[in-house]
């Protein structure tokens, strides 16, 4: 079986200033891990993905995130943030050892930029 | 090209009556997942099918929800004798094959989704 916590369910930041999202996840195989952004009114969109590669992602947007498989996390960051980066954030986790294809999200974090 | 396309957009029904919803994938995507997102909730699993075939259904929530995908593309989930608590926003996925994840993900494209309301 395999989760994801997602720390904050509400996030606020300056633009201009740095993200952080917080995922911590739990898997009985390793797994594999990504993040998700959904805008309103618009479909999920795929930001990042770690699939047992490099620990370091890197994503779209000037995203990427860290897999630490000692804290069983997966933070998501960015260094400048931007007002069109406003939206919900999910991470998601599935295990790449076999098992279902469903994706396993987490509740998710609403990422707030103020001007 | 186009993405994934669900319909309706949204649907708004009364407790107790039968629901279909719309998915139509990536063309070529072998693989399709419907999820459910209640308010204020990340997605949830119902259901992926491998072409025509159910690979995993055991995220439906009780035998009310029912999803056929006949021809290997287009696919139906249906709800019977809705009930207030399957209101939510249905989410629709396609990816260009399943496969056990981490050998090789497949990244799922997800719909628009449909938003249905019981009342």
């Known amino acids: 079986a395999q989760s994801v916590t997602q720390l904050d369910s509400h996030v606020s930041v300056s633009e201009g200033t740095p993200v952080l999202l917080r995922c911590n996840y739990s898997?009985?195989?390793?797994?594999?891990l990504f993040w998700y952004v959904q805008h309103p009114n618009k479909g999920l969109q795929l930001l990042l993905k770690y699939t047992s590669a490099a620990t370091l992602v890197k994503g779209i947007n000037g995203f990427e995130a860290e897999f630490k498989k000692s804290e069983t996390s997966f933070h998501l960051t960015k260094p400048s943030a931007h007002m069109s980066d406003a939206a919900e954030y999910f991470c998601?986790?599935?295990?790449?050892?076999?098992?279902?294809?469903?994706?396993?999200f987490g509740k998710g974090t609403h990422l707030i930029i103020q001007p | 090209g186009a993405g994934v396309s669900q319909t309706p957009s949204n649907k708004v029904t009364e407790k107790g009556k039968y629901v279909e919803l719309r998915c139509d994938p990536i063309?070529?995507?072998?693989?399709l997942y419907w999820y459910r997102q209640s308010l204020g909730q990340g997605p949830e699993f119902l259901i992926y099918?491998?072409?025509?075939?159910?690979?995993?259904d055991s995220g439906l929530p009780n035998d009310r929800f029912f999803a056929v995908r006949p021809e290997g593309s287009v696919s139906t989930l249906k709800i019977q004798r809705t009930e207030r608590g399957d209101s939510a926003v249905y989410l629709c996925?396609?990816?260009?094959?399943?496969?056990?994840?981490?050998?090789?993900?497949?990244?799922?494209?997800f719909g628009p989704g449909t938003r249905l309301t019981v009342l």
């Open positions: 996925a396609s990816s260009q094959g399943g496969g056990l994840a981490g050998i090789s993900y497949n990244e799922q494209f």
């Open positions: 063309s070529g995507h072998t693989a």
């Open positions: 898997s009985s195989y390793s797994p594999s």
């Open positions: 998601v986790v599935t295990p790449s050892g076999g098992g279902a294809d469903g994706l396993t």
């Open positions: 099918f491998q072409g025509t075939g159910a690979a995993d």
